[in-house]
């Protein structure tokens, strides 16, 4: 099946791919596997740069970016069309292999490729909407004005989660805005990222672009650190955990660079006694359950309030015995597997954590028994005791265990749903709009996050919005609203087109 797939992509024939691999995924001889996290069979081997291809493809990039910069951002725009169009074509191949290779339900494999279709659609109506503003001058006879300039060869460093879509949010604004794009995506998906690169790069390539799109494949010590001590890329923009993400911050603020992070969530929902219920239930199982909960948007504690805790965790509990486990790219599968064992103990030592700690498991907390080879287990849910004393709700375990907190007065669900380290993703179901409001309140007294949903889960933004959280969520922000500005330069111009040397602020200097 693969080999029809990789036909239909493009792919059969690339250089970086070996059919018929027998490792898995530890590197082995400069090459790795991709496992299929539902079976735990190997998919193909991926050969890895090296420090003389990282070299190669740096110095390409760099002077393909001295090419594309000079293009005029709309005629950018265009070339960006055809690539939306092209992935729009290959959509559900590329949501296949999405699935195949991360384990992700097929509807979401093709939901995250749509995502990368829309955020292309979106930079191609930026292109001609990478607008500065003029300012009046206090000098007569000068004007001044900023300008929006494109900033390099950028560097993207992406997770095993979102393997298309992030990339998309990225590398479509990067290119309209007249960067060229370095993408190192995970070492757990490098055949999204192959197939992904390579329609972007044969579209750029068939316009009279090479080198716009590049790829590093390889592991942290060998190609992740070459790019953030990197003076040639200007801007690395990152995606994962907290810690790689610090890690990031530092090297590339040592060397006075950019980053753009978006790392951990700890996202949590609140459900006022007045909310609709049943439309908290969709969210709340939506986001909890969904991708397995390996997302950083997913939904990790329920803050309820006490008069409807208990019925409502009963319906929970029902809707979360209904969900089918088992393979992803099997009709009516709402939750494949974890992406590998590793990811699975993290889990097992979080539900034993948190029953040491006083939570009661609600449903779940064990491996699912699918007979199909992967890592499946069976989403949870854990009750923290009446104290709301559950230490390990603070942490993000990237899998599907959802802590249910209750409260009495909103204040005190805001303070708990912000008493974490990470600002990503919050939501809260209400009828009033009075509380609806208190957790928008624009004071900032409301919820710390990034992202504030009102009878929404905490997860599935759409892309028109700035994208990113605050603390430990790395400050950054991707997608839509104005956060092409991160991928571009500011120029703030000034013009004296009289005959006079007139000086700012009154200053003579005669
Ligand atoms: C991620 O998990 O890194 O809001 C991104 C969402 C998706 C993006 C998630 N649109 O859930």
Same mark, same amino acid.
Request: with cysteine; aromatic share 6%.
């Given at each position: 099946?693969?080999?029809?797939?990789?036909?239909?992509?493009?792919?059969?024939?690339?250089?970086?791919?070996?059919?018929?691999?027998?490792?898995?995924?530890?590197?082995?001889?400069?090459?790795?596997?991709?496992?299929?996290?539902?079976?735990?069979?190997?998919?193909?081997?991926?050969?890895?740069?090296?420090?003389?291809?990282?070299?190669?493809?740096?110095?390409r990039s760099g002077e393909a970016f001295i090419r594309w910069r000079a293009i005029p951002a709309p005629k950018r725009g265009d070339v960006v069309r055809e690539i939306g169009n092209e992935l729009r074509a290959h959509r559900d191949d590329l949501g296949r292999l999405v699935a195949m290779e991360v384990g992700k339900i097929l509807a979401e494999g093709i939901g995250e490729v749509q995502e990368t279709v829309d955020i292309a659609d979106f930079a191609v109506g930026l292109s001609r909407q990478l607008h500065g503003i003029t300012m009046p001058s206090e000098r007569p006879m000068h004007a001044m004005r900023e300008q929006w300039l494109p900033l390099g060869p950028i560097g993207v460093i992406t997770a095993f989660n979102f393997p298309n879509a992030v990339w998309g949010w990225n590398a479509m604004l990067g290119a309209v805005a007249g960067d060229a794009i370095v993408w190192k995506p995970s070492l757990l998906a490098p055949l999204t990222a192959i197939a992904t690169n390579e329609i972007a790069n044969r579209v750029a390539e068939r316009l009279g672009h090479p080198g716009v799109f590049e790829l590093v494949i390889g592991t942290d010590d060998e190609v992740g650190e070459r790019m953030i001590a990197d003076r040639r890329l200007p801007l690395i923009s990152a995606t994962g955990s907290c810690r790689m993400g610090r890690h990031v911050g530092q090297a590339v603020a040592g060397r006075l660079g950019r980053t753009l992070l978006e790392l951990g969530g700890n996202n949590a929902t609140i459900v006022e006694p007045d909310a609709d219920l049943d439309l908290a239930l969709k969210g709340v199982v939506f986001g909890a359950v969904g991708t397995c909960g390996q997302r950083c948007t997913s939904t990790r504690r329920l803050i309820i309030h006490e008069s409807v805790a208990d019925a409502f965790c009963e319906k929970l509990v029902k809707a979360y015995e209904t969900v089918r486990i088992g393979d992803p790219v099997a009709e009516g599968t709402l939750v494949g597997p974890l992406i590998n064992e590793a990811s699975a103990q993290a889990?097992?030592?979080?539900?034993?954590?948190?029953?040491?700690? *006083? /939570? $009661?498991?609600? &449903? +779940? %907390? #064990? !491996?699912?028994?699918?007979?199909?080879?992967?890592?499946?287990?069976?989403?949870?849910?854990?009750?923290?005791?009446?104290?709301?004393?559950?230490?390990?709700?603070?942490?993000?375990?990237?899998?599907?265990?959802?802590?249910?907190?209750?409260?009495?007065?909103?204040?005190?669900?805001?303070?708990?749903?912000?008493?974490?380290?990470?600002?990503?993703?919050?939501?809260?179901?209400?009828?009033?709009?009075?509380?609806?409001?208190?957790?928008?309140?624009?004071?900032?007294?409301?919820?710390?996050?990034?992202?504030?949903?009102?009878?929404?889960?905490?997860?599935?933004?759409?892309?028109?919005?700035?994208? *990113? /959280? $605050?603390?430990? &969520? +790395? %400050? #950054? !922000?991707?997608?839509?609203?104005?956060?092409?500005?991160?991928?571009?330069?500011?120029?703030?111009?000034?013009?004296?087109?009289?005959?006079?040397?007139?000086?700012?602020?009154?200053?003579?200097?005669?």
């Amino acid at each position: 099946m693969a080999d029809a797939l990789f036909d239909r992509l493009g792919i059969a024939d690339h250089p970086r791919i070996i059919a018929g691999y027998d490792g898995g995924t530890e590197v082995r001889d400069g090459a790795v596997g991709s496992v299929n996290p539902a079976t735990g069979k190997t998919i193909a081997g991926v050969r890895l740069d090296t420090a003389d291809s990282y070299e190669k493809t740096i110095a390409r990039s760099g002077e393909a970016f001295i090419r594309w910069r000079a293009i005029p951002a709309p005629k950018r725009g265009d070339v960006v069309r055809e690539i939306g169009n092209e992935l729009r074509a290959h959509r559900d191949d590329l949501g296949r292999l999405v699935a195949m290779e991360v384990g992700k339900i097929l509807a979401e494999g093709i939901g995250e490729v749509q995502e990368t279709v829309d955020i292309a659609d979106f930079a191609v109506g930026l292109s001609r909407q990478l607008h500065g503003i003029t300012m009046p001058s206090e000098r007569p006879m000068h004007a001044m004005r900023e300008q929006w300039l494109p900033l390099g060869p950028i560097g993207v460093i992406t997770a095993f989660n979102f393997p298309n879509a992030v990339w998309g949010w990225n590398a479509m604004l990067g290119a309209v805005a007249g960067d060229a794009i370095v993408w190192k995506p995970s070492l757990l998906a490098p055949l999204t990222a192959i197939a992904t690169n390579e329609i972007a790069n044969r579209v750029a390539e068939r316009l009279g672009h090479p080198g716009v799109f590049e790829l590093v494949i390889g592991t942290d010590d060998e190609v992740g650190e070459r790019m953030i001590a990197d003076r040639r890329l200007p801007l690395i923009s990152a995606t994962g955990s907290c810690r790689m993400g610090r890690h990031v911050g530092q090297a590339v603020a040592g060397r006075l660079g950019r980053t753009l992070l978006e790392l951990g969530g700890n996202n949590a929902t609140i459900v006022e006694p007045d909310a609709d219920l049943d439309l908290a239930l969709k969210g709340v199982v939506f986001g909890a359950v969904g991708t397995c909960g390996q997302r950083c948007t997913s939904t990790r504690r329920l803050i309820i309030h006490e008069s409807v805790a208990d019925a409502f965790c009963e319906k929970l509990v029902k809707a979360y015995e209904t969900v089918r486990i088992g393979d992803p790219v099997a009709e009516g599968t709402l939750v494949g597997p974890l992406i590998n064992e590793a990811s699975a103990q993290a889990f097992d030592q979080a539900v034993a954590a948190a029953k040491e700690q *006083g /939570g $009661e498991i609600l &449903t +779940g %907390g #064990g !491996r699912a028994e699918t007979g199909l080879g992967g890592a499946f287990v069976t989403p949870t849910v854990v009750r923290a005791p009446g104290s709301n004393d559950l230490p390990v709700a603070r942490e993000e375990t990237f899998a599907p265990i959802l802590y249910v907190f209750t409260y009495r007065e909103l204040d005190d669900a805001i303070a708990l749903n912000n008493a974490v380290d990470q600002g990503l993703s919050s939501a809260i179901f209400a009828g009033s709009v009075r509380s609806a409001e208190r957790f928008l309140d624009p004071s900032g007294a409301g919820s710390d996050c990034g992202l504030a949903y009102v009878n929404l889960g905490t997860s599935g933004a759409e892309i028109g919005g700035a994208f *990113g /959280g $605050e603390k430990d &969520t +790395g %400050g #950054g !922000r991707e997608s839509g609203s104005d956060a092409w500005k991160a991928y571009m330069r500011r120029q703030t111009c000034t013009t004296n087109f009289g005959e006079k040397f007139d000086l700012a602020q009154g200053i003579r200097f005669e």
